[in-house]
Nanobody, 126 residues
Framework: VQLQASGGGLVQAGGSLSLSCAAS????????MAWFRQAPGKEREFVSA????????YYADSVRGRFTISRDNTKNAVYLSLNSLKPEDTAVYYC????????????????????WGQGTLVTVSS
């Protein structure tokens, strides 16, 4: 299965963007899906995750209260709403999926996710 991410772009600080990520096979169940990001010169970091079975949601401290993750099971898709954006949110955002939802303590571990999208660039100007 392939993941296709979209929705990145250029926005001013304080603005909003919405990212989307859809799996190529709607019947291939991805019980755990997440967003990671990688800023220039930095390592990839966890942003947010959601479980399919109980809709539990997880956020990095840096984005909690500003970003919202959601899902659409019928489309096998996950979304990320980015609000109150800051220049430090500038990064390439990647969606990731796993057939097995990681345990709570591992949702932020990129190694728990098997499938990755190609990334979409979010640039926040000051």
């Amino acid at each position: 299965v392939q993941l296709q991410a979209s929705g990145g772009g250029l926005v001013q600080a304080g603005g909003s963007l919405s990212l989307s990520c859809a799996a190529s096979d709607r019947t291939f169940k991805l019980n755990g899906m997440a967003w990671f990001r990688q800023a220039p010169g930095k390592e990839r970091e966890f942003v947010s995750a959601v479980r399919w079975n109980n809709n539990s949601k997880y956020y990095a401290d840096s984005v909690r209260g500003r970003f919202t993750i959601s899902r659409d099971n019928t489309k096998n898709a996950v979304y990320l709403s980015l609000n109150s954006l800051k220049p430090e949110d500038t990064a390439v955002y990647y969606c990731a999926g796993s057939p097995n939802a990681p345990i709570t303590s591992a949702v932020s571990d990129s190694q728990m996710y098997t499938y990755w999208g190609q990334g979409t660039l979010v640039t926040v100007s000051s």
